[in-house]
T-cell receptor, first 111, second 113 residues
Framework: GEDVEQSLFLSVREGDSSVINCTYT??????LYWYKQEPGAGLQLLTY?????DMKQDQRLTVLLNKKDKHLSLRIADTQTGDSAIYFC???????????FGQGTTLQVKP | DAEITQSPRHKITETGRQVTLACHQT?????MFWYRQDLGHGLRLIHY???????NKGEVSDGYSVSRSNTEDLPLTLESAASSQTSVYFC????????????FGEGSRLTVL
C-alpha cells in the first residue's frame, strides 16, 4: 500500500541541527522528496534524492536514504528561525507520477 | 512568469450546495493534481489528470469530481458539499522533467457550514 509516516512536531533551538524522519512503503519510488510549507502558502520543493543514492548534501541540508528500512531523513544544520515551517516527505509509488505525502512535521525554532 | 493560480482563495458555503474550485496553470504541464490538507492527515490526493480528457481518482475522491477539457485548467467540483469537506485545497502541476517536481498553488480554504 501507499503510506508515508512522519512525526508531527519537532522543536529545536536556533543554531542547533534539526533531523526530521520519514518512513515510506513503496520501494519502486524513483525519487523521494522533501517539501517545505510556510504559513498560508503552498508547498515548495526543498530537495529530493534519487533512489539509488544513500546521501545528498545541499548547503545546510543533508538527506539520508536507507532503502532497506525505507527510511528517509532530512537534516538541517545551523537551524534558523526562518526554517520554521511544516516539512513534508513524499514518495512516488510505482512511478505513476503522483506524489503521496506524509502528514507533515512542524518544525519550531526557538531563538 | 509561468504560474499556477487557484480561485477563490476563501469560500464559505452551506451543506448540500455545489462548489467549484478553479485551478489554472500556464506552464503547459500535462500532469495536474488536487490535494486536500487537514491537520493530522497532511496532504491527501483527491483526483489527478495526466492530460486532456484524462482523470483519475486519488485516495479520497468520494464526493469530488474533476474534468480536464484543456491543458491549463483542472476545476474541482463538490457536487453536494458536506461539513467533512471543510479543508484547505491545493492544486499542483508537474511537467515531464526528470525530478518530477510538483508546483503548488496558494491554496483555497473552503468552509462548509
Amino acid at each position: 500500500g501507499e503510506d508515508v509516516e512522519q512525526s508531527l512536531f519537532l522543536s529545536v533551538r536556533e543554531g542547533d541541527s534539526s533531523v526530521i524522519n520519514c518512513t515510506y512503503t513503496d520501494s519502486s519510488s524513483t525519487y523521494l522528496y522533501w517539501y517545505k510549507q510556510e504559513p498560508g502558502a503552498g508547498l515548495q520543493l526543498l530537495t529530493y534524492i534519487f533512489s539509488n543514492m544513500d546521501m545528498k548534501q545541499d548547503q545546510r541540508l543533508t538527506v539520508l536514504l536507507n532503502k532497506k528500512d525505507k527510511h528517509l531523513s532530512l537534516r538541517i544544520a545551523d537551524t534558523q528561525t526562518g526554517d520554521s515551517a511544516i516539512y513534508f516527505c513524499a514518495e512516488t509509488p510505482g512511478n505513476t507520477g503522483k506524489l503521496i505525502f506524509g502528514q507533515g512535521t512542524t518544525l519550531q525554532v526557538k531563538p | 512568469d509561468a504560474e499556477i493560480t487557484q480561485s477563490p482563495r476563501h469560500k464559505i458555503t452551506e451543506t448540500g450546495r455545489q462548489v467549484t474550485l478553479a485551478c489554472h496553470q500556464t506552464w503547459n504541464h500535462n500532469n495536474m493534481f488536487w490535494y486536500r490538507q487537514d491537520l493530522g492527515h497532511g496532504l491527501r490526493l483527491i483526483h489527478y489528470s495526466y492530460g486532456v480528457h484524462d482523470t483519475n481518482k486519488g485516495e479520497v475522491s468520494d464526493g469530488y469530481s474533476v474534468s480536464r477539457s484543456n491543458t491549463e485548467d483542472l476545476p474541482l467540483t463538490l457536487e453536494s458539499a458536506a461539513s467533512s469537506q471543510t479543508s484547505v485545497y491545493f492544486c499542483a502541476s508537474k511537467g515531464q522533467g526528470n525530478t518530477g517536481e510538483l508546483f503548488f498553488g496558494e491554496g483555497s480554504r473552503l468552509t462548509v457550514l
